[in-house]
């Protein structure tokens, strides 16, 4: 599919089926991650794949929506700010290049078949844990990937003119 197809066709999915996702599409998601942009291409991220088999009271606890334990996997992305790039103001790039990375995997899943659904209001202590972070990273978004149960309904969008301002 074309990219403007693509960016159209994504949308949040919040029922999966129980498929297994296959190894060379999950390896094709998370390839697409590794080659997003960063800032001074520090790619100070790692990607946690997570089985969501058995795992229903921590995702629960992570977010406390059924739906995350349907898709047969969740995909975490978590930061080492001492390791990013900062700017002269002192602003911590670390939660935008993770963005990046996370859009690039979840747009590579779209392409694919597969869906996924961005979250970012998840619980971080329960993220820390899941995930076993040192102290020194920070848990910035998850999602759940698999194949989806439901269909995307028409996106509501605000008019461009309301977001562009050109000087």
């Avoid at 949040?12 to 960063?38: D, F, G, H, I, Q």
């Avoid at 969740?74 to 990375?101: K, M, Q, S, T």
């Avoid at 859009?103 to 899941?130: E, M, S, V």
């Amino acid at each position: 599919m074309d990219f403007k197809e693509l960016i159209r066709a994504r949308y949040s999915c919040r029922a999966y089926r129980n498929n297994p996702v296959e190894e060379e599409k999950l390896a094709a998601v998370l390839e697409a991650a590794r080659l997003a942009p960063t800032a001074c291409n520090r790619q100070a991220f790692r990607l946690y794949v997570v089985p969501t088999a058995d795992r229903q009271q921590a995702l629960h606890q992570l977010y406390g929506r059924e739906w995350l334990a349907q898709a047969p996997l969740l995909i975490g992305i978590a930061g080492e700010p001492g390791r990013n790039w900062v700017r002269r103001d002192g602003r911590n790039y670390v939660d935008v290049d993770c963005a990046i990375a996370m859009d690039h995997l979840i747009l590579q899943a779209a392409d694919l078949g597969l869906g996924t659904c961005w979250i970012g209001a998840f619980d971080p202590a329960a993220a820390r844990q899941l995930l076993e972070l040192p102290p020194d990273w920070e848990p910035i978004a998850f999602t759940p990937l698999g194949y989806p149960a439901d269909k995307s309904r028409p996106k509501t969008r605000k008019p461009l003119e309301e977001l562009v301002v050109r000087l």
